[in-house]
Every structure is written in structure tokens, then in C-alpha cells.
């Protein structure tokens, strides 16, 4: 079994930062793409940053010049740094990771309970 664990949401003002952090465990033998995603309430879940094992970040617009990813290969740790916040950042924040758990296996997509973010004006 494979489990996603979020931690770092809270409550923080408009102008504020948060560190999220996306823990991958259990049966992995090797992760393709780690990234995050976030929902508000009837709205459809959007892609925040991705980040390819060895490669360059990819971010959504909206966040660009304001998060940053990265990730620990060693630790299957996936990072969103988060700064000059805006409460329309407000949203549960998902994090995936796409990965196979033996080698000659198929890539699957993994995905954490998700963490709060709130960002008050």
C-alpha cells in the first residue's frame, strides 16, 4: 500500500506564508511526479505545481512568483512553499504523487486526504 500524508495548512493574513509538506510511504520503487492540486467547494480541483523527478517545476499562473515546490527524493517528500498569500489561496490542498511500486509495474496516481489552507483578508 502506498499513503500520501499532508501537513503544514492553518490559518495565516493575506500577505503571509505557508510551508506544505506531502510525505509518499510505503511499497514505492520509484516516483515519476509529485505535485499539488487544490479544490474549493464546488469548484472542480486545479493544479497548483508540479515537479518531475530531475526536472524543472511547473506552476499554474495564479501562483507563479508567489509558491515554490520541491522535492526530497531521498525522503519521498514533497514541498510547497507558499508566500505573499491571498485569500483567494484559500482551498483544501491535495498533494499526488505519480509512482509504481515495482520495478516493471505501471505508473499510478497517488493522492493525499488533503490540508486546509486559509487566508484571511
Known amino acids: 500500500q502506498v499513503q500520501l500524508v499532508e501537513s503544514g495548512g492553518g490559518l495565516v493574513q493575506a500577505g503571509g506564508s505557508l510551508r506544505l509538506s506531502c510525505l509518499a510511504s510505503?511499497?514505492?520503487?520509484?516516483?515519476?511526479?509529485m505535485g499539488w492540486h487544490r479544490q474549493v467547494p464546488g469548484k472542480q480541483r486545479e493544479l497548483v505545481a508540479t515537479?518531475?523527478?530531475?526536472?524543472?517545476?511547473n506552476y499554474a499562473d495564479s501562483v507563479k512568483g508567489r509558491f515554490t515546490i520541491s522535492r526530497d527524493n531521498a525522503k519521498n517528500t514533497v514541498y510547497l512553499q507558499s508566500n505573499s498569500l491571498k485569500p483567494e489561496d484559500t482551498a483544501v490542498y491535495y498533494c499526488?504523487?505519480?509512482?509504481?511500486?515495482?520495478?516493471?509495474?505501471?505508473?499510478?496516481?497517488?493522492w493525499g486526504q488533503g490540508t486546509q489552507v486559509t487566508v484571511s483578508s
Open positions: 510505503g511499497s514505492i520503487f520509484r516516483i515519476a511526479d
Open positions: 515537479i518531475i523527478s530531475g526536472g524543472s517545476p
Open positions: 499526488y504523487a505519480t509512482l509504481k511500486q515495482r520495478f516493471g509495474g505501471s505508473y499510478n496516481d497517488y
